[in-house]
T-cell receptor, first 113, second 117 residues
């Protein structure tokens, strides 16, 4: 079946630091991959996505590249801000699972000024 | 309009009460979802509607009753809930792709924070 493994948190960074959150997946088909972000007290927002191998998703300074050979979709940002403090979820959807989203456990990121 | 709206934002109810959560989207999506999210955990899928018909029920207790009155609206009727049902309830929508109605990219609402006393 499908599964997503994210690096354990919480992650605490200083402003302008480099952020990486590792995400690896297991899927029986050819999944689409997503990063969702959840700010405190809010719902989930789609941050970026990639639908095929070697695609790079990017948004708000965040990037992630779909790596089929390593089954990974690591999230990166070069210079974080306090406003990036949130919980980040890696997720996949795949035809073999009726396109239901499979989420990672989530990584809590706190950025300090 | 790329927004999913949910009402109410907060809800406190007793175990004998009946209440409803509402969700609305105007993106033309024909798949709509209910999720339950506990603190610090990823959302758990409860129900999927595809073309206004229930296509997936993830073995949810009958005290939760979903309804899809039209292509833009999704309700979740609550009755005789337990304190452990306290959580954030999220609605989402997407284009339909799968046979069971699951979509690819899902758009989430802000959620209803439910407390059961």
């Amino acid at each position: 079946g499908n599964s997503v493994t994210q690096m354990e948190g919480p992650v605490t960074l200083s402003e302008e630091a480099f952020l990486t959150i590792n995400c690896t997946y297991t899927a029986t088909g050819y999944p689409s991959l997503f990063w969702y972000v959840q700010y405190p007290g809010e719902g989930l927002q789609l941050l970026l996505k990639a639908t095929k191998a070697d695609d790079k998703g990017s948004n708000k300074g965040f990037e992630a590249t779909y790596r089929k050979e390593t089954t990974s979709f690591h999230l990166e940002k070069g210079s974080v801000q306090v406003s990036d403090s949130a919980v980040y979820f890696c997720a996949l959807s795949d035809r073999s699972n009726d396109y239901k989203l499979s989420f990672g456990a989530g990584t809590t990121v706190t950025v300090r000024a | 309009d790329t927004e999913v709206t949910q009402t109410p934002k907060h809800l406190v109810m007793g175990m004998t009460n009946k209440k409803s959560l509402k969700c609305e989207q105007h993106m033309g999506h024909r798949a709509m979802y209910w999720y339950k999210q506990k603190a610090k955990k990823p959302p758990e899928l409860m129900f999927v509607y595809s073309y206004e018909k229930l296509s997936i029920n993830e073995s949810v207790p009958s005290r939760f009753s979903p309804e899809c009155p039209n292509s833009s609206l999704l309700n979740l009727h609550l009755h005789a809930l337990q304190p452990e049902d306290s959580a954030l309830y999220l609605c989402a929508s997407s284009q339909v792709r799968g046979l069971a109605g699951g979509g690819d990219e899902q758009f989430f609402g802000p959620g209803t924070r439910l407390t059961v006393l």
